[in-house]
Every structure is written in C-alpha cells, then in structure tokens.
C-alpha cells in the first residue's frame, strides 16, 4: 500500500508540473527541432510523445566511449551486462529479463534487433560514425511493429556535407584500453561519399573480460534531380569477447575482477546493407523506400557448459512508405502510411568440441512478418493537434531439429493503435496525452526449445500485449532553460518469461507498470551548462502467486546530474552523477532475497580544443567511477541450487583521447 501511495504521489507532482507558467516562455524559431518519432521529420513539438535527441555536438561533449554509456545517460534508460558493453541489455519502461525484447533499435531505419534471444552487439556501430540518436520513450507499435514496448532508439550516421572532411582519433586508457579511427568525406551537388573505419581493443576490468573490435562503413548519398534522392549504407564489423562468468557473493566482495569461466568466449562477424530511396511527388507528396540486408556470423564457445555454436543469420527487410500532407476542411492534414516487410533465418549448429568437428544438434528457425499502418495528424488550431494510428500485423514462425522430432510453425498477429492530444502553449512548448495499443512477438527460441535438452515447439505460446496511457510535455525558456516531463501506466497482458518449475517459457499473469521521467537542462550563463535527469517506476505483478510483487532486475529510481563550464583558452571542466537505486535479483519473483544493486558513480572530465589552420584539435583527459564503486548491474538468483551469482561492471578508469577535424 505505501508503494502505491508514493506511486501516486510522484506521479501527481509530474502532472502537476506539466503545467507551468507557459506564457513566460519565449519562442525563437532557432529552438526548433525536427525528429522522425512519426517515421516523417517534423517539429519535436508536433509530436505526441516524450523524444530526447542526441547530436554529434552532445557525443563529443559527453566523453562517452560506446552506445551503452552514452544512452543511459537518458531519464528511463537502463543497462544491464554480464560481460561488457558489446553485449549489454538495454531496459526501458521498466522491464527486467529479456528486456531488450521490448525496445526496438534502428540503424539509418533498418531494424537491428535479432529474432532469438540473442542480444544486439552494442560495439558494432562506433560513436565517432553517428550524426544523431533519437529516443522515443514509452511504446511505438504502430509505427514500428513488434518490441516497440518499452521505447526505440533510432540512430542515424553521418553523412559528409563539406567538399572535403578528414577526421582520425585515437584514445589510451586503463586495463590496457586503446582505440583508433579515421574517416574521410567528400560531397557536391550531385552526391555524398564517406568511409571510415575504427578499431578498439581493451583487456578488460575482470580476468578474461578482453574485447576487441574492428569496423568499417561506407555512406554515400546521389541527388539525380531536385525531386530524387538515394543513400547506400554498407556497414562491417568484427567483434570479439571473453565472458568471465558469475561470481559468488564472496568471491565478488573479496575480488570483483575474479574470472570463473576460464575460457567461455564469443567471436561474431555482421555485415549490413541498406539502400533507401526517396521521391517528392509534387509538393506535399513524398514516396519513400529501404531495402535493407544483413549477416550476421556468431560463434561463442561456451567452454563452461560444454557447448559450441554456429549461429547463422540472414535477414531482408523492404520498407516501403508514403507521406502526404494536404488541407482537409481548411484543416492542416499529415499522414504517413507504408508496409514493413521481413524475412529472417537462424541456421544453429551445436558442437560438443571447440574444434567442432563433433556435431550434437543442429536445428532452422524463420520468421516471415508483414505489417501495413497509418498514422495521420490533425491541427484544429495553431495549437492543438489530434493524432491516430492503426497497424495490422502478422508473423509466422517456424522451427525444425536435426532430427524432425520438431517441425512447427505457428501463425501470430500483432493489431495496435494509438491516439493522442497535443496542446502547444507556445510555439516550443507543448503538453500531451496519448494511449497505445503495443505488442510483440515471441524470439523464435522462446516459441520453439531447441538446444538438445527436450526439444519442444510451444504452441500455445502467445504474443505479448501492452496497453500505454500516458500524459508529458515539454518547457522551454528561450535558449535559457528545457524541461520534459512524462508519467505513465502500462499494463501488460500474456508477458513471457522463464519458469524454472516447468523449465520453458510461459505467459505469465498480468503484470503494471507506473513511471514517471523527467530530465532539465538549464544554461544560466553562455559559461555553464547544467543537466540532471530523475526516473522512477514500480512495476509489479497484478495477479497469480506473486501479486503486488515487484518484477525482479529493475531499480525504482534513476537519478543523473551534470555540468560543464566553458571556460577560457577553450577548456571545457565537466563532472556528472548517477545513481540506481537496489532491486530484486533476477529470478526472484517471490521477492524473498535481498535487494541488490545499488550504486552512486562520479565521472570527470576536461577538455581542450585547438583551433589549427587545417583544422581542429580537441584533446581530453576522462576518469570514470572516480570513487572506484564495487557494484554488479546484474545479480541472478538461481531457486534450485538456493544460490546468487554476481555480474561485477568495472571499476575506476582514466582515459587520455585526442580528435581531428578538417
């Protein structure tokens, strides 16, 4: 009952706030910014939902090494590692297990997320090639189909808009941490070209935590004609890890950098391939299409089980659309309506040998989904919209082991909507509602248990379903002050999760989640910028055994704050703060263990830029967890063997890096 009583408490004190003094906001037109939340670029203040964009500018600014550090900077946003960031999984919206199941990742719009269980590799697009990350937060199933639950992250890489740019950076820094890349542009009026490449190499905090990376893409972009437009992408990375396992309690508070798995490993090889194209039909007509390919080679030795893997995927998206806008009844109209198209497959090979030569299993799975939508928006007035969506959506999966003793398919379908109030109190400013009907899929290995341990297709394994309310806004003060509020209640119906009793997946009861986010950036000076950012959600179980109980691995609160000052000679001082509050270790659905997890990190940083006459020089000196905070992102609770298992993330870090532009 308290819970529920301070649940009500902070949300009430969020919609509270979404109304402000409005009408002391200035709107100069240089605030604007224009985002694709709606698959169509078009003010932030035009949307009915809560959108944080990360530019270039933001990125170099941040120090951040990779994706991972960077996006959990974001209110809502979470990470959780067993072995490092290649293989973090992110949680938004409060889920816990499998979380990234309910966040869809975008690269230049082509899905990135696998079809099984497997999670996405974090390291396979570097930093120092992406323009821009836009973060819808709360669900997008109609525009983005299956796992558009929690939120999605859409990043965008760079392209070259110069006549000519060079840029090379490296960095050095602890646990033997280095971290090379060059990339060189050129652009007319006809056309783009950029490649580049990056290698990154680290021995890690933990014994036997090494990785290394090696990536290279090509961007280039053909103008024909005013009215036509295309962009090839083509992307290739080589990723290597070591996984050293989970430590006891004591292990862990005796030695966090302990290995235990001595030689558990993963090497993995992806390449992508997108090609988009786009036409203006007349003036407010616009036909677009992607055409999007990759390939994906993973082979993780699991030593410590023993087991050895093949993973095989191939996967083709075409992505047709259309965007029009028109005046109905001297009414401004948009509408964007298209179809999403995908076919992916997983060829598994099991080898009892790391040599594999001995093969124990082998087993093909597919998915082959389609989805049509349309989201149209209505201005009654200069400052009130209306917008609506709808998508009807299908998904076969299939399955078949080495030796047919599984040969299924079944047949899923995903309908959502969506509808939403915006109110613009000034041009900058705005205040919605929206509710969203969201859904996904099962992975293809939850839906079909295939490793040689009882092999079964559930067939009786349904989708998920998700209903979204939530209220947010966004204030600006002149370029002076910005504040995004949103407060939310999901309520989930046949979630997947794992059941030791059983030992296979299963619809589980209905499950709620109540959240609020906020996150303010003020500039009191042109010298000073100041961030903090503050998230909470309590998401519980509404029925079956474990009523009213929390779901395990998801902290209820989330606190960041920051500052940079720009001081003379162009040196830049910056320090932040972040700060998770403990949870219920995975597994623990009873919540009779102890809470875990809970940690402060304090992060530093100084900058310098030099302008030259060929270019520009920014050097930085970077320490992270500055207090050298012991603490694990996951700890596993394992019901059988009445034992937990600790995740430890690294300790203090320094790093030394320097960049170059031309």
């Keep these: ?43 932030e203040t035009e949307t009915s939902a809560t959108v944080s964009v990360i530019t270039a500018e933001d990125i170099e600014d941040s120090g ?47 899905l990135k997320n696998n079809i099984d269980m497997r999670g996405l590799n974090w390291m396979s697009v570097p930093l120092e090639s992406v323009e821009r990350i836009e973060v819808l937060h709360g669900g997008g199933s109609v525009l983005y189909g299956s796992g558009a639950v929690g939120g999605v992250i859409n990043i965008i890489t760079k392209e070259t808009d110069a006549p000519l740019e060079v840029e090379a950076g490296v960095s050095v820094g602890s646990f033997l941490t280095h971290r090379e890349s060059a990339s060189v542009g050129a652009s007319n009026s006809l056309g783009s070209l950029r490649v580049g490449g990056s290698y990154y190499s680290t021995d890690g905090y933990r014994d036997r935590s090494a990785s290394n990376y090696a990536a290279a893409g090509l961007s280039g972009s053909l103008y024909p004609t005013d009215l036509l437009r295309f962009r090839l992408d083509l992307d290739y990375n080589r990723n290597f890890y070591e996984m050293p396992g989970g430590l006891t309690k004591e292990q862990f508070e005796d030695d966090p950098s302990l290995a235990v ?15 988009s194209g786009e036409y203006l039909i007349g003036d407010d007509l616009v036909l677009e299409t992607l055409l999007g390919y990759s390939y994906k080679n993973m ?25 029009w806008e028109a005046s109905i009844a001297s009414l401004p109209v948009s509408l964007v309506s298209g179809v999403d198209l995908r076919s992916s497959t997983l060829a598994l090979e ?55 003793s599984v040969d299924d398919d079944k047949l899923h379908t995903g309908p959502a909507w969506s509808a939403g109030l915006r109110w613009n109190p000034t041009p900058v400013s705005k205040v919605y509602l929206r509710h969203e009907r969201m859904f996904r899929y099962p992975f293809t290995d939850e839906q079909a248990s295939l490793y040689g341990f009882g092999d079964a297709f559930l067939d009786d394994l349904e989708a998920e379903r998700g209903y979204l309310y939530e209220m947010g ?29 059983t030992s296979k997946n299963e619809n589980i009861e209905d499950t709620r989640r109540i959240g609020a986010e906020g996150a303010l950036t003020l500039l009191p000076v042109r010298s000073l910028k100041i961030t903090a950012s503050y998230a909470y959600v309590l998401p ?84 992270d967890n500055l207090l050298d905070t012991e603490y694990s992102q996951v700890v596993a609770y394992n019901e059988w063997t009445d034992t937990s298992s600790y995740y430890p993330a690294a300790g203090r870090s320094i790093s030394l890096s320097g960049n170059y532009k031309m």
């Excluded at 806004?473 to 979630?495: K, N, P």
């Design 350 to 404: 099991n080898y009892s040998d790391k040599d594999r030569k001995t093969l124990s299993n082998e087993f093909d799975v597919a998915l082959l989904s389609g989805g049509g939508y349309i989201n149209t928006d209505i201005s009654f007035t200069d400052s009130f919209g209306l917008n609506t969506g709808f998508r009807y959506d299908a998904a076969g999966i299939s399955a078949v082991n080495m030796d047919e």
């Design 64 to 110: 951040a090494s990779n994706l991972t550090d960077l996006l959990e900077t974001l209110p809502g946003v979470q990470f959780r590692s067993y072995s490092g960031p290649a293989e973090a999984q992110v949680s938004m919206g409060g889920f816990g297990e499998n979380s990234y199941g309910r966040v869809v990742v975008l690269v230049n719009g082509r």
């Design 540 to 623: 519980t179980f509404l029925k079956g055994d474990d009523k009213e109980n929390q779901i395990p691995l998801v902290s209820n609160h989330e606190i960041e704050g920051g500052f940079t000052w720009y001081g003379p000679a162009d040196i830049e001082i910056s320090a932040d703060a972040s700060f998770r509050s403990d949870y219920y270790q995975a597994g623990d659905t009873a919540n009779d263990q102890k809470k875990e997890g809970s940690y402060l990190l304090l992060n530093a940083g100084i900058r310098w830029r030099v302008s030259l006459a060929s270019g520009d020089l920014a050097l930085a000196l970077s320490a």
């Design 1 to 43: 009952m308290k819970r529920k009583q301070l649940s009500v408490r902070i949300i009430s004190l969020v919609l509270f706030l979404l109304f402000p003094l409005f009408l002391v906001a200035d709107d100069p037109a240089d605030l604007s910014v224009v985002v694709t939340a709606d698959r169509v670029e078009k003010a």
């Design 299 to 323: 082979a993780p030795d699991m030593a410590s089980y023993p087991a050895f893997y093949n993973r095989l995927y191939n996967t083709f998206d075409l992505q047709p659309k259309i965007s």
């Design 261 to 275: 798995n001595r030689e558990d490993e993963s090497t993995e090889h992806e390449f992508g391939a997108s090609l």
């Design 473 to 501: 806004g966004l204030y600006r003060v002149a370029s002076f002050a910005r504040l995004d509020l949103r407060a939310y209640l999901m309520d989930m119906q046949d979630e997947i999760a794992w059941n030791d009793a």
